[in-house]
C-alpha cells in the first residue's frame, strides 16, 4: 500500500493505522497484569452500571444489562452482542459462545469468535432472572438476540461507549482507567479469585495459551500472608532428625 501511495496509484494508505503506539502501551500493561484493570467487587459493577443508564437517552435499561452480563461472564462486548436466544441453555444455565459483532468497511458484522472455536461459559445465578427477562422479551425466537440498542440495533464497545457517555461516568466514578474490556478483566479475576481451576479457566475464556490465563492468577496479599503462615506452620511440625525410621518386625 505504502509503494502504491509512492507510485500515485492512490491518494493514502486505508491499512495505515494511526495512534499505535498508544493502542500498543494499553495492550502491554493488559499483558502484564490484567487483574490491575477488573473491577473490585459486585458493589462496584452494580453502581457503574446504574450510572450508565442514568447517563443514557432515555435510561435505557439495556445497557446495564450489558455491563453486568459482560462482567460476569467474562466476555468481550462483541461476544455479548452476538448471542442469540438458542445459544442459552437455561436448563443447565450455559451460554455456547459462538460469534461476535465486530466493526467492518460496511457497518457492523457478524463473524465467528476471536479463537475461531465455540466455547461454553456458565449463567451464574445472579444474571439468571436477568437471561430469562430477555429471553421473554424476545419471545422466546431462537434467531433473536439477547441483547441490542434502544432500537433494536447491534452493539459495539464504540456504541456502547458513546450511547452511555462511558468515558465520563468512569470519570465520576473515579475509574479513570476502566474500558469495556475491563468487564471482561474482571469476570475472569474474579473467577480466578474464586477458586476456579486454571485449565477450566483457560476454557472459559478461550484462550489459546495458558500463560494468558495464568496472569489472572497473581496471589493477593491474604494469599500470600496464608502461605507464610502455612509455611511456618510445616517447619514448627515436629520430625524425626533421620528422616523416616524403618520399623522392626
Not at 466455547?119 to 434467531?143: C, K, N, W, Y
Not at 496479599?221 to 518386625?249: E, I, K, M
Request: proline share 5%; net charge positive; aromatic share 6%.
Amino acid at each position: 500500500m505504502e509503494q502504491a501511495v509512492r507510485d500515485g496509484i492512490i491518494d493514502r494508505n486505508p491499512a495505515r493505522i494511526t495512534g499505535w503506539q498508544s493502542l500498543y502501551r494499553k495492550a502491554e500493561d493488559e499483558l502484564d497484569n490484567p487483574r490491575s484493570l477488573a473491577l473490585p467487587d459486585w458493589a462496584t459493577l452494580t453502581r457503574l452500571a446504574d450510572a450508565l443508564v442514568a447517563r443514557s437517552a432515555d435510561h435505557f435499561r439495556g445497557w446495564g444489562e450489558v455491563t453486568i452480563f459482560a462482567a460476569c461472564t467474562a466476555a468481550r462486548i462483541g461476544e455479548v452482542s452476538g448471542c442469540r436466544v438458542a445459544d442459552i441453555d437455561t436448563s443447565n444455565w450455559l451460554w455456547t459462545v459462538r460469534r461476535q459483532t465486530t466493526p467492518s468497511p460496511g457497518g457492523l458484522l457478524d463473524k465467528g469468535t476471536k479463537g475461531k472455536r465455540a466455547r461454553v461459559v456458565p449463567l451464574i445465578v445472579d444474571v439468571r432472572e436477568l437471561v430469562q427477562q430477555r429471553i421473554d422479551a424476545a419471545q422466546g425466537r431462537p434467531d433473536a438476540r439477547l441483547f441490542t440498542g434502544p432500537r433494536g440495533g447491534r452493539i459495539s464497545t464504540a456504541v456502547l461507549r458513546d450511547a452511555t457517555h462511558w468515558d465520563e461516568v468512569v470519570s465520576d466514578l473515579g475509574l479513570e482507567h476502566l474500558r469495556r474490556h475491563a468487564l471482561r478483566h474482571t469476570g475472569l479475576t474474579w473467577m480466578a479469585d474464586a477458586g476456579v481451576p486454571v485449565h477450566v479457566l483457560r476454557t472459559i475464556a478461550g484462550h489459546g495459551s495458558l500463560s494468558t490465563t495464568q496472569r489472572y492468577l497473581h496471589p493477593d496479599r491474604r494469599s500470600v500472608t496464608a502461605a507464610g503462615n502455612a509455611l511456618s506452620a510445616y517447619l514448627r511440625t515436629p520430625r524425626s532428625p533421620s528422616g523416616p525410621q524403618a520399623h522392626t518386625l
